[in-house]
């Protein structure tokens, strides 16, 4: 990251949004883990106001949104990803604010219900080792719920098998915020940048408010095949789709950091046919076994994916 003097935004109050992925609760501490918060995810927002975050660099941009570094308040290092689109925009698929929200929000149960997998808890998380189906997908996610952990472990599905999951690494979402449009432009002008050679819509330069999340920062290290294997077919056996792999999406030693690279088996765009173990072949990441279930089989899926 190109550092660059401190430069703080004006402490201005937004419009509160009312959006049903969005919780106003600040976040602190434990979010709750029920199943409920699952099928309906709902991001905390970053409990400090926005005007104290301090920014310090750019660090990158794709296509949902440019990346700056920042300490907090209490001096954490974070990387804030300020979103192009504040609303819905008919080019694309998705909503990638909506999208990073809820697998955030999601990633932050999986993280505590991970975290208490270790070894020594005597409290390790049951899953399908091989998922293949939508049903498998749901079964594993509700895995890392509160009453489903337990109810797991008392009482295993049939081919369940314990996981201590208490390694894995995932980038540490701190909460959603919104910052100042114009405050925005002219923090990046100071540094001669501007949002349009990173989105070409007019209407994003035009934005009163920009949707933000505030993530820790992750620092660049050399990727390793082995610890970015690890977390993808963690991420598949826990029931998300994948994306394919861009080498900028992933920092340290193989941590994912673009959140809007994986698919909650809810979405519609969840798809059985690249649902699957990864693998490293040719050079390239890539599904180790295409999955062909039968169309009965697929029929008789969708009328349980909203179980
Ligand atoms: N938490 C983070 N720590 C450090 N760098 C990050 C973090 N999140 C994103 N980045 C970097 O910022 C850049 C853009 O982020 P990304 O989430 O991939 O945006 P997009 O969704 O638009 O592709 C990428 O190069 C990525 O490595
Ligand atoms: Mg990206």
Not at 241 to 258: Q, S, T, Y
Not at 275 to 298: C, H, I, W
């Amino acid at each position: 990251m190109a550092q660059q003097p401190d430069v703080l935004l004006p402490n201005t109050v937004p419009p509160t949004p009312d959006l049903p992925f969005l919780s106003q609760e600040p976040r602190n501490g434990e979010p709750s883990c029920a199943w409920e918060n699952f099928k309906r995810p709902r991001l905390r927002k970053f409990p400090q106001a926005a005007s104290t975050l301090q920014f310090q660099g750019f660090i990158g941009a794709g296509v949902d949104g440019l990346v700056l570094g920042a300490k907090t308040g209490d001096n954490a290092a974070v990387a804030v990803k300020i979103f192009y689109y504040s609303k819905p925009c008919n080019d694309h698929r998705y909503w990638a604010f909506q999208r990073e929200c809820c697998n955030s929000a999601v990633l932050e149960m999986i993280r505590i219900a991970t975290q208490r997998s270790g070894a020594d808890s005597g409290a390790p998380l049951y899953l399908l080792p091989t998922p293949r189906r939508i049903t498998d997908a749901v079964r594993n996610l509700r895995a890392f719920s509160t009453e489903y952990s337990h109810k797991y472990r008392a009482n295993p599905p049939p081919n369940f098998e314990p996981f201590d999951y208490s390694h894995l690494q995932l980038n540490e979402c701190l909460g959603w915020t919104q910052l100042d449009g114009g405050a925005v432009r002219s923090l990046l002008h100071g540094w001669r940048l501007g949002i349009s050679e990173f989105c070409s819509t007019p209407a994003v330069d035009a934005a009163s408010w920009y949707f933000a999340i505030v993530y820790r920062f992750v620092p660049d290290a050399l990727l390793e095949d082995s610890v970015v294997l690890s977390h993808m077919n963690f991420f598949y056996r826990a029931g998300f789709d994948p994306v394919p792999f861009k080498a900028d999406n992933w920092r340290g030693p193989g941590i994912l950091v673009d959140l809007s690279d994986l698919v909650l088996p809810f979405e519609s765009d969840w798809q059985e046919c690249i649902y699957g173990p990864m693998v490293k072949r040719d050079g390239r990441f890539t599904l180790g076994q295409a999955n062909r279930p039968s169309k009965r089989e697929t029929e008789k899926d969708a009328a349980t994916r909203h179980a």
